[in-house]
């Protein structure tokens, strides 16, 4: 048994030197895990030092606030672990952690749609809910850290998605305000947007941005990815609409061409090119622009749907416990002491990393500092989770594929739902 | 080798001589094996291993089914042949052979594209003219920069607002799913490569020595002559081994189309990032039987092509070889003549 995570190991690096390709018959091939199964149910017990994994810490915040647990509880220290800025690469180095049993890791700080993945290989542990006063959080950000109605992780930072728009073209158009409505936008857009300025752009290249913008579409339409149970639900009139929406945008050049290759970076040069009327994008965008060309010239509003707002879709991180680690009673509570309102607020403050708790998008001075807070807060609100799905990479591989066919032109919107639906059936019988 | 040459000039003896002799072979042999043990074990370790252990792990399957709690049901499943059958007949079938044709069609167009601008490189690069080790230098520069960062920078050129589009004074949207993205490839990859291939085709051309060429010369042979009967069959053993290396490369291609055009992209999708999708989906007994496909397919490739294009380089090693051996033997036979 103790041989196992070292043989492991050398056998990843092993297969990782040779030219073959091979690397990928490593993960593991023992099934010998029959006392560790018991370890998603096991008490939170024990104290020590412990580990924060998580991506790389670019405001260097992290590691204060780590600094200023360790001084409160010698004897209990945390130390933080960066893993490669990539979300892909952390996960692999996560999944790869919890294939070796191994304890190196405790805390880890999980993208939002890793949740399920991680709870049904039992590679996190479940979190005592009563413990966490969850009225106090988001309330759409509780659903993120839970699989199947229990919680195993708890939300830390969020995002979703705003509208960006141009605030001199608007007013040019003669509209009072930002769109509310597909319509409205369309409508400001053939006033204003010509001369080599688009009007609509969002994040459209086959990647996980796009499950995002289409699920948006969907969810703005009144329509869901998959129901309550689970079961995908995208053969509907309401999906159809939503991606109607898009597809109908790229034919007519409502959204432009090449908005097709546009991830976050892409899209937000063009905006501060001045090229797009309105941008679909995460609040990070707003600093950045603040520096732009268009600086005096842009707000953001909540994303317009076809009768009224639209529903964002959930991003950010939440904070789980590996199983197989050491020292869990520690772990909670550094969990309890990062989500902490005071937390919350100075890691804001440091990053602009939107917090998880519904007081702080009142707090005077995070307003002053951060203009948009209302306009996020509202748009958090509204804002649906991606599917729980335990197979989440072959499931947004399935959204993107016909998502991404359906804009191109490959196949209609019907078709593509039709199949995505058939294929999202297959992966969440099992 | 030794034993096949010491054959026909073993000289008639007597029987005591020859038991020593054979002897001395065996004592030698062992001697040979246990010097020879740690590179075998190394060996086997860093590459039998890994082969074996992959073949084994695409026979089974783990973690497909969740219990009635939503857990993952634990433990490895025998399943025979059945990853295998599902690559090539399954319902994912259609992607493995819409990989294996890009694998196939890079490895063609870019090879081909590679030798023949290697070979122009090497060409320029042999003149003697001033600066040219600068020009050699440079050369190496697309050479030293690892494939992802030069995936990055072709991306930038590659974007719908690049230099790419500015160039052609057309917008087209190279890094979409279509033949375009291919292209991208292509030429990313060949701008990569080809100084590759243009030196080792240097290193080939500085060995033909310079009487040949003025032999030629005076016989009045053409420019053209003399490139295609001197310096392309004095330079073929160089340029197969750069050919063969750039095959092998290139039928594992990875990093390029997955950083410059994307995961998922079926236009080019190649064997190594299909399987590097299903280990990243956990699915690693389907990912091992994709590698081993791919391990069998450069295997034979590259046994292919020794065959048919190199085996007569090898003979003609071995001939020279034995020509050479042939007349030390002989000219040790004369002097010991003379001396006796």
Known sequence: MVATPLTKTL?????????????????????????DSKGASAELTGRGPITLVQGKDTSGNVQKQVDAWNAQHPNEKVRLIELPEEADAQRQQMVQNAQAKSDAYTVLNLDVVWTAEFAANRWITPLPQEQFDMSKFLQPTIKTGQYRGRLFAVPWKTDAGLLYYRTDLVKKAGASGPPKTWDEMKQICDKVAKDGVGCYGGQFEKYEGLTVNFSEAVHSAGGSVVDDQGKPQVNTPQAKQGLDFLAEGFKSGFIPKEAITYKEEEGRRAFEKGKLVFLRQWPYQYALSKKSDVKDKFDVAPLPGPNGPGA????????????FAKNKATALDFIKYLTAPEQERANMLATSEAPTLTELYDDAELKEKYPYLDVLKESLLKAKARPEAVRYGDFTKAIQENAYAALTGTKSTDQALADMQAELGKLTQQ | MTTVIAAPEQPPSTGVKAARRKGDVQGSGRLAAILLSPTFIVLALVVGYPILAALRESLFQRGQGLDAEGFVVEGDQFVGLDNYLDIFSGSNASVFWGSLWNTTFFTVTTVVIETVLGICMALIMHWAFRGRALVRASVLVPWAIPTAVSALLWRWVFQADGVANALIGQQVLWTTEGFQAKLAVIIADTWKTAPFVGLLVLAGLQMIPRDVYEAARVDGASAWHQFWRITLPLVKPVLLVAILFRMLDVLRMFDLPFVLIGAQKESVQTLSMLAYDEASNLRYGVAAAYSTVLFLYVAIVAYAFVKLLGADVIGEMRQAARGRRRSARLRLRFRKEVSS
């Open chain 1, 11 to 35: 056998r990843c690096v092993v297969a990782a030197g040779t030219v073959l390709a091979m690397t990928a018959a490593c993960g593991g091939g023992d099934s010998d895990s029959g006392s």
């Open chain 1, 312 to 323: 964002p879709t959930l991003g950010g991180h939440n904070l789980a416990i590996s199983a």
